[in-house]
């Protein structure tokens, strides 16, 4: 499970990391506190690497943040799905309004949390384009463009610069 969460920039304090990630998880003395500060949101995405863990290493929900804005729609949708883990993150134009992790062994329980998300903020599927992190399978894609307009790998938001 990846340790992480995202504080307002202005409320960032290095010192204070640790702390701010111990109220929300357990820590051991050897997890490393790394952060990743992202300009465009005004915040910063702070997390945990295990003393065993590579320590180049970013979560999954860093590289959703970092490609986020480069979606070209209104409604932004970014996900990436591994590890027996969905990492899901949504914007409205340039305003962030979601970015979370949950357990999901199969895709079924991915596409799950992925709807009940969109639900929430009201987007409309059939409106909206999701990019994936990683390459989906055929069947993956076929049934998720049963839903949505598009479907689509984020490598395409690097190649469209």
Known sequence: MERYTLVPSNYFRQDKAREILS?????????RIKYVELPHYQAVLIFALSSDEDPSYTPA???LL???PMVKEYNKIVVSYSGGYVHIAIAEADKLLFCNSF??????????FIFATIKEFQFNPEMSTIYFRERLDFEEI????????????????YNSK
């Open 66 to 68: 970092q490609v986020l």
């Open 61 to 63: 929900v860093s590289d």
């Open 23 to 31: 109220e929300l998880f357990t820590l051991e003395s050897s997890d």
């Open 103 to 112: 357990p999901a062994k199969e895709f079924i329980t991915a596409q799950y």
């Open 142 to 157: 076929e049934n998720l463009l049963r839903y949505f307009r598009g479907v689509e790998n984020i490598s395409v938001l």
